[in-house]
């Protein structure tokens, strides 16, 4: 009876991981986006949903010229739907956000909700409204047998990707120049343009590893649920979004935790409780929370100033 | 000229590599089959280049109506200034509008007309909106949890008690306020994009319990049969459908009158500069004896009141509501309708709420691309139009000269 409730805890546990982990790569994307230039970038979820959709297509059309090699396909698909996805963030800054670089604050917001909404109808238009079944691109690996009821192969790749994502991205961001330079841009972008930095490029260049980390979001909710449609980025942006404010809106850390946190409380929530209040879960925390820490966990408490 | 082709050339090939995979190939995953639709990209690819070489060449695009645009935005913004224009002007306007307002439902079908209820209804809750948005700067997400508040404690009262349309109205109006300021308490020590996820996720919650807790909501299948508005406590709309419909118009119309009244009222009122204040400085506010607290919950309770208000009209105007009538992205709909007409602006607003409303209307013809040109326009309205189709002018005085007259602002 006792491993029963265990065994029933890890599993709550493990699944909550993994969907945090890639709430917690999404809201990475809201996040560093924020951090820089101070927009809610809503088309972010798009780009996760595009992300997903060229992995699929990719892999269908190997599948189609005889393509059947696993790792082939995986890696092929994974890096096409990255690329994709890049190419995506990169000209949606251009074309819908750096215009108004210098509006009133909501202007932006705007325009990423008519983002938003053109995109999700390109893909609903080009494809089709129905959910399209996601290929199993992952073949089984036989050491996860004996916990398969526990953790699957797909969760196990989500939680080893989703960790070398982040300590990848950590250093990049710690270590690197241009990392440095993104430092220096979130934190005066005047300053930063006067000792050299292309501003412009950074903003760019934070788009688009935004967007890669979206996009491998996506393909690995593909793999998990097993089929997607036009309609799967915007609840994830939304829980993204949810899950980067947790975590403190422009602070790394914070969106990883905020990501699990969140994964966690929908999955003990839906496990403990009652499925049906999934969602009420992660809002009703991010209230709770944002009612005793108004910037967030990890947020910075900025004072203002007279 | 050749520069200008090569860089039309570039952005055209790059539109064409960024929409090859979505576009260009169909997969059919039951015979596992791929077909490339090379027509629809190059036709895209020829669009986008045709459309670039405009754009570098004469500048066609940025100088065009747009632009030109401004003398009738000036021409509206003057509207509620009794000084700017000629009283004549203005009554003639004013008339004209009202005329127009008043014959509609004489000369048009029983669907124009409820097109027409359905833009009013918008520009209602664009007004409400633009109280807590507009006036006060704080960004709500969440204010469709308001309209399904009006809207479901009248669907709930009319299938249990029976009770009618004007009733319910105030009722709506005063249990959403009383949700404005439940949901202002705990969010007034957040600022900004805090308070904007926070009130989203409230909103998700209202639509969520909604949908779920069946045995009073009804669930997803929602409420019918609710009763329309009855004329003197006669129920005597409810033999004609035509009848009903110009009968909800004309209470719309007189309803938005009175929101129009209100507003424009509040904008000049204590309260509202004070809300205008908040929006620019608090501390300053907070010094000058402003009391931050209830002005917030103020501008909340009041911009709920006209959410609750239309959601109980657009209860008795459908006859049926459920959950997914609330979603996330009406809420986004009706924001845009405030920023896209001009933030604190009310001719904007109307002007917001027309053109978001009767734009995916008229737009039928497009079929399924009207939502994709509705996405488009947002983006182009904002990128040429920052600060919304009409701007609000903030108070200013301006120097009359002895001989040549009013000069222009």
């Known amino acids: 009876m006792f491993h029963d409730k265990a065994g029933y805890f890890f599993e709550l546990f493990i699944g909550g991981l993994t969907k945090g982990s890639i709430y917690a790569l999404i809201a990475l994307g809201y996040t560093m986006v924020y951090g820089i230039i101070e927009l809610i970038n809503f088309a972010h979820g798009e780009i996760y949903m595009i992300g997903a959709f060229t992995a699929l297509i990719t892999a269908a059309a190997l599948t189609a010229f005889g393509v059947t090699h696993p790792l082939v396909l995986v890696s092929v698909s994974g890096i096409t739907a990255v690329v994709y996805a890049s190419a995506y963030g990169y000209t949606l800054e251009k074309v819908a956000y750096k215009p108004l670089r210098n509006a009133p604050r909501l202007s932006p917001l705007i325009s990423a909700i008519g983002m938003s909404i053109f995109l999700q109808n390109f893909v609903l238009l080009a494809q089709t409204s129905n959910y399209i079944p996601f290929p199993n691109l992952i073949p089984p690996l036989p050491f996860l047998e004996p916990v398969s009821h526990i953790m699957g192969t797909v969760d196990f790749i989500i939680l080893c990707t989703t960790a070398v994502i982040m300590i990848l991205l950590t250093f990049l961001i710690r270590k690197t120049r241009i990392g440095t330079a993104m430092r220096a841009t979130a934190q005066d972008k005047t300053m930063a343009r006067l000792l050299g930095i292309d501003v412009d490029r950074i903003i760019s260049f934070t788009f688009i590893t935004g967007s890669a980390l979206a996009a491998v979001g996506g393909v690995m909710v593909g793999s998990k649920m097993g089929q997607i449609n036009f309609y799967i980025g915007f609840i994830a942006g939304i829980k993204a979004f949810t899950a980067a404010v947790l975590g403190g809106i422009g602070s790394i850390p914070g969106a990883v935790l905020g990501g699990l946190i969140l994964g966690w409380t929908e999955s003990f929530g839906t496990g403990y409780l009652t499925s049906d209040y999934e969602d009420v879960f992660a809002f009703s925390l991010l209230v709770l929370i944002l009612i005793f820490k108004p910037s967030g966990l990890l947020g910075r408490n900025t004072t203002p100033k007279v | ?409």
């Open chain 2, 1 to 409: 000229m050749i520069d200008t082709l090569l860089k039309s050339l570039r952005t055209a090939l790059w539109f064409m590599f960024l929409t090859f995979p979505i576009l260009a190939v169909r997969i059919d995953s039951l015979k596992n089959a791929v077909t490339v639709r090379w027509p629809a990209v190059i036709i895209l690819g020829a669009v986008i280049f045709l459309i670039s070489v405009l754009w570098h060449t004469a500048g066609l695009v940025k100088r065009s109506w747009f632009f030109r645009f401004d003398g009738f935005k000036q021409f509206i913004q003057r509207l509620p200034d009794q000084d700017a224009l000629s009283p004549f002007m203005i009554r003639t306007t004013l008339g004209a509008a009202a005329v127009f307002m008043i014959s509609l439902p004489f000369f048009a079908s029983s669907y124009q007309t409820n097109v027409m209820i359905n833009a009013l209804l918008y520009v209602m809750l664009g007004l409400g909106l633009n109280i807590v948005v507009g006036l006060a700067g704080l960004l709500d997400l969440g204010y469709v949890a308001f309209y399904a508040v009006g809207a479901y404690l009248y669907a709930l009262l009319n299938l249990h008690l029976g009770i009618g349309f004007w009733i319910a109205l105030p009722m709506g109006a005063a249990l959403a306020a009383f949700f404005g300021i439940l949901l202002g308490i705990p969010v007034l020590r957040l600022k900004g994009d805090y308070l904007a996820i926070v009130t989203l996720g409230f909103g998700e919650i209202i639509r969520l319990i909604l949908e779920n807790w069946d045995r009073v909501f009804k669930g997803p299948s929602g409420i019918s049969h609710i009763s329309r508005p009855s004329l003197f406590g006669i129920g005597i709309m409810e033999s004609s459908v035509h009848h009903a419909i110009i009968y909800m118009y004309y209470i719309v119309v007189v309803l938005v009158l009175s929101t129009f009244f209100f507003v424009s009222r509040l904008k000049h009122s204590r309260i509202g500069r004070a809300l205008l204040a908040l929006k620019e400085d608090e501390i300053a506010c907070q010094a000058m004896g402003i009391d931050k607290m209830k002005t917030k919950l103020t501008a909340f309770a009041l911009g709920a009141t006209w959410a609750g208000m239309a959601g109980v009209i657009f209860a008795a105007k459908t006859t049926f509501i459920n959950p997914a009538s609330f979603t996330f992205m009406e809420s986004a709909i009706i924001l845009s309708i405030v920023v896209i007409g001009g933030m604190g602006s009310i001719p904007g607003v109307v002007l917001g709420a027309f053109f978001l409303v009767l734009l995916p209307e008229y737009f039928r013809e497009l079929g399924d691309y009207r939502m994709l040109v509705f996405g488009g326009a947002m983006i182009l309205v904002m990128v040429f139009k920052p600060r919304g189709l009409l701007e609000n002018t903030k108070p200013t005085v301006t120097y009359v000269s002895q001989q040549t007259g009013p000069d222009t602002p």
